[in-house]
């Protein structure tokens, strides 16, 4: 996404003043400074940027509470999912896992949100601006919100700008993040959850698809034999982008940097890492993620000391579906088809104990069926 | 005598129910932050001065997807 030119981020639509809710509030109010001094310079002592951020009780509080009283818990505000993942990871010793928590929060802490980097702003991590001059948005645009941040797998699949890859059905629908994702699961219930996929809220494709396992459903049959077996995705998403060996450092003028390595297109089918009431199927969709036994080598040598603890190919939902795809063209298109599921020869050598938890053992790949349903 | 009490309600029902808006827009008005905040060419003025005292944070030696 092009960012907003510098003046640009900071113009105020005058209308402001109209709106019945926040008009009557001064920039004063929430930013501090001194709104009497002519001089920009002085005047901005003390601005505070994003007042709702880490914590929005003094700004939208007020008349916000129940929102607000959730907010600290919201993954979008929390990143509780990156800390225990590090937790999980990092090296026991206090010093080391100093440094690691040091160069998270040189590069890995900053891409957060908060009240106002949804309703009135860019999310900071993409350079932020003003959405509409200051203008409070109920609703956070889409691409300028959403996937400003979730540009790299989710955008991409969702508009079908991967190469040969087409968009998510629910793109060609017309449907926006926010039909899935309500406010209610962005502003989060108060619960600390560990991932995205435990969020009780959170979007289930049965919310609206239910059907399908109804005895008059076209499909009923497949549906009901994979139900427990195979998460949606199995069925109906497309390829998706995989990423590797993301590494952070800082450059010689003291700027944060990171690499990765290769990022590509792929499909497989793996062992459900994170099985639950929710999700008890076998199988699911796994992504190979960017994190690296080396990724904090910059700040401190072994940072990651147990990097093994959890696989590098982790459960994903990719945002491309399509109600009729390559592998369920066919009983057998999946059956039988061992390049779709992730196999212990797919996995690097160093990665191979990480995954072995997911990885599909021959023996578990459905057998080819020799009865196909017309 | 008519007229004129009719002149004092049209006034205090002003006074009473217009101001919302009116005192937000004179608020708004005497706030330096919002003269800048909504004047383009000055925004693009100060931004410009800031560019020079201030170039640009990012590192050109980010690679790849993030």
Redesign the interface.
Same mark, same amino acid.
């Given at each position: 996404m092009e960012p907003l030119?510098?003046?640009e981020k900071?113009?105020?639509?005058?209308d402001i003043?109209?709106d019945?809710n926040h008009?009557?509030i001064?920039?004063?109010d929430c930013?501090g400074?001194?709104?009497?001094?002519?001089n920009?310079k002085t005047?901005h002592k003390n601005v505070v940027k994003d007042p709702t951020y880490p914590d929005a009780t003094k700004v939208c509080g007020d008349c916000h509470d129940q929102i607000n009283e959730n907010y600290q818990k919201s993954l979008h505000v929390s990143l509780r999912p990156y800390r225990l993942i590090v937790d999980k990871r990092a090296n026991p010793n206090a010093v080391i896992r100093n440094k690691v928590e040091c160069a998270m929060n040189n590069h890995c802490f900053h891409c957060h949100s908060s009240c106002g980097q949804c309703h009135i702003s860019r999310p900071t991590s993409v350079e932020g601006g003003f959405l509409d001059g200051?203008l409070f948005q109920k609703k956070p645009p889409m691409q300028e919100v959403c996937t400003a941040c979730h540009?790299?797998r989710i955008q991409k699949e969702y508009f079908g700008e991967n190469k040969g890859v087409l968009p998510d059905i629910h793109k060609e629908k017309y449907m926006k993040c926010e039909k899935c994702h309500t406010g209610d699961e962005m502003h989060g219930n108060g619960k600390d959850y560990a991932n995205r996929y435990e969020v009780e809220n959170g979007p289930k494709c049965v919310d609206c698809h239910e059907e399908v396992y109804k005895r008059e459903a076209k499909n009923v049959i497949t549906h009901r034999i994979h139900r427990d077996k195979a998460s949606c995705q199995v069925c109906h998403a497309q390829s998706y982008?995989n990423?590797s060996a993301?590494h952070v450092?800082?450059?010689k003028?003291g700027?944060?940097?990171?690499?990765?390595?290769?990022?590509w297109l792929d499909f497989k089918i793996g062992l459900n890492p994170l099985k639950s009431e929710k999700r008890p199927q076998q199988f699911v969709t796994l992504r190979h993620i960017p994190a690296d036994r080396g990724t904090f080598d910059f700040y401190v040598k072994d940072g990651l000391s147990n990097f093994d603890a959890l696989p590098t190919w982790k459960l994903a939902t990719p945002h491309n579906i399509r109600r009729k795809t390559p592998q369920n063209s066919q009983c057998n298109a999946c059956h039988g088809n061992e390049s779709l599921f992730l196999l212990d020869k797919d996995v690097e050598d160093k990665e191979k104990e990480a995954n072995k938890g997911v990885i599909v053992p021959a023996s578990l790949i459905p057998r080819k069926q020799k009865w196909q349903p017309k | 005598m008519k007229y004129w009490s009719l002149i004092g309600l049209v006034v205090a029902f002003c006074l009473v129910l217009v101001p919302?808006?009116a005192?937000?827009?004179q608020?708004?008005e $005497?706030?330096?932050?919002?003269t800048?905040?909504?004047s383009?060419k000055k925004?693009?003025e100060?931004?410009?001065e800031?560019?020079k005292i201030r170039p640009a944070?990012?590192?050109? $030696?980010? $690679?790849?997807?993030?």
């Open positions: 030119a510098p003046h900071i113009f105020v639509n005058s003043v109209d019945e008009g009557g001064a920039c004063v930013h400074g001194n709104p009497d001094d002519p920009w005047a200051h540009g790299s982008k990423c993301c450092g800082k450059d003028k700027l944060t940097f990171f690499k990765t390595k290769a990022s | 919302g808006n005192l937000i827009s608020a708004s $005497e706030s330096q932050c919002f800048c905040h909504t383009a925004l693009i100060i931004t410009r800031i560019a944070v990012k590192s050109a $030696e980010s $690679e790849g997807e993030g």
